[in-house]
């Protein structure tokens, strides 16, 4: 299909929505990105680009930009809360040579993303919230300020939250999981080195690992709950609550969290993977189509593979209906795959102190020590994944 025809409408201003705009237009297509924040940012968050992430940043010619703005991981240390001594060891520095993992300041994506999408001629709007979507071969797209946009596509990559997602399926209210996660970024006081630390304890752990120069911390701490908090990032806490929450933990998560000030607080929330991700002329994407928990770090990687596998999926096929339906069948199994691999992930970090726990660290630490590979080889269905070479 002849992308060059097309005028595209990517609703959502965000790594997915403009990872998909990007690809998109680097086809021919016709891109207008609507992003109802006053400008395209991210601030106060790290994310975790995998290898089969970075495949589409590179796929994209932005993996040498990226790299000079981020850290390039060594490990995963799966470590003791109360201790802080080292459980197990994801050995990244054993990844073939072709697959990097970068520690990224999700602003530094964001802006990368944004800088070569416009400079690449994708039109970028802003304050452009969405109040209704009526799809059709040419669906039209009415604004809360009361104007109307008509295209010939519309994708909708606009988050948990999505104005589009109800347009192609019933209403689902989703569950609290009796989680609650904070979030926020520090200065790295600790010496802390370029590994994703998971400090783990019962119903609770905490994620620490390095930012730009090395010189930030990106903190995301989760504890077991019954009380649920609203499932939005933009909420404050105050960061005592966050200490407390933490308090029998070890001396380097101590010194960590005395710098929190204000951090972000929300619910984790499952939601299930949405049963139709494309209608006439309309998409889903990203967390608009399958949210996940953040235990697995592949939110942001998941939604780059999904615009990648859009855009090449519409190229190859003969007109826009079938290069959707395309879309869905090559992304829905191995979404929910790791879906279902992080949900099993918050379990095992939660574990309460006994025999199962014991027998559980013991296992994976002996793994790690006497073969390194084979620890590594089980992500291998995840990080080995090339999207933009599959078909």
């Known amino acids: 299909m002849d992308l060059s025809t097309l005028d595209i409408t990517v609703i959502g201003g965000g790594i997915g929505g403009l990872t998909c705009a990007l690809a998109l237009r680097r086809r021919g297509a016709s891109v207008t990105v609507l992003e109802q924040a006053q400008q395209i940012t991210e601030v106060g968050a790290g994310i975790q680009v995998s290898p089969n992430g970075l495949r589409v940043i590179e796929a994209l010619g932005l993996g040498g930009d990226l790299a ?11 470590r003791n809360g109360s201790t802080g001594a080292e459980v197990a060891r994801l050995d990244l520095s054993r990844l073939p040579q072709d697959q990097r993992y970068f520690f990224v300041h999700r602003a530094d994506l964001v802006d990368l993303l944004s800088a070569t999408a416009r400079a690449a001629g994708v039109q970028v709007r802003l304050l452009q919230r969405v109040d209704t979507l009526v799809p059709g071969n040419r669906p039209r797209i009415v604004l809360a300020t009361g104007d109307c946009r008509e295209t010939d596509l519309v994708i909708g990559a606009d988050g948990i939250h999505s104005a589009v997602r109800p347009v192609l399926n019933a209403a689902q209210r989703p569950f609290f999981t009796g989680q609650v996660a904070w979030r926020c970024i520090v200065p790295n006081i600790t010496g802390h080195p370029p590994h994703a630390r998971v400090h783990m304890g019962p119903g609770r752990h905490i994620v620490t690992y390095p930012l730009r120069d090395g010189t930030l ?6 504890e077991e709950r019954a009380q649920w908090a609203a499932e939005s990032w933009s909420q404050k806490d105050d960061a005592d609550n966050l200490r407390k929450a933490f308090a029998g933990f070890d001396a ?19 939601h299930p993977v949405a049963a139709r991700w494309h209608g006439p002329s309309v ?40 290069g959707l339906a395309a879309y869905q069948q090559r992304r829905k199994a191995r979404v929910t795959r790791v879906i279902d691999a992080a949900s099993k992930n918050a379990r095992n970090y939660h574990l309460s102190p006994g025999p199962f726990r014991f027998a559980a660290h013991t296992a994976l630490g002996v793994l790690s020590r006497v073969s390194p590979d084979k620890m590594l080889g089980r992500f291998d269905w995840l990080y080995g994944y090339d999207v933009t070479k599959a078909a």
Do not use: Y
């Open 217 to 222: 911390l990106n903190v995301v701490a989760v």
């Open 68 to 78: 000079c703005r981020c850290v390039q991981g060594q490990a995963v240390s799966l």
């Open 283 to 322: 998409a889903l994407l990203g967390d608009a189509a399958h949210p996940t928990l953040p235990f697995l770090a592949q939110g942001a990687n998941m939604a780059m593979e999904d615009a990648w596998v859009l855009a090449d999926a519409l190229a190859q096929a003969p007109d826009k209906e079938v």
């Open 252 to 270: 380097e998560v101590h010194q960590i969290l005395s710098q929190a000030n204000a951090p972000g607080v929300w619910g984790l929330f499952r």
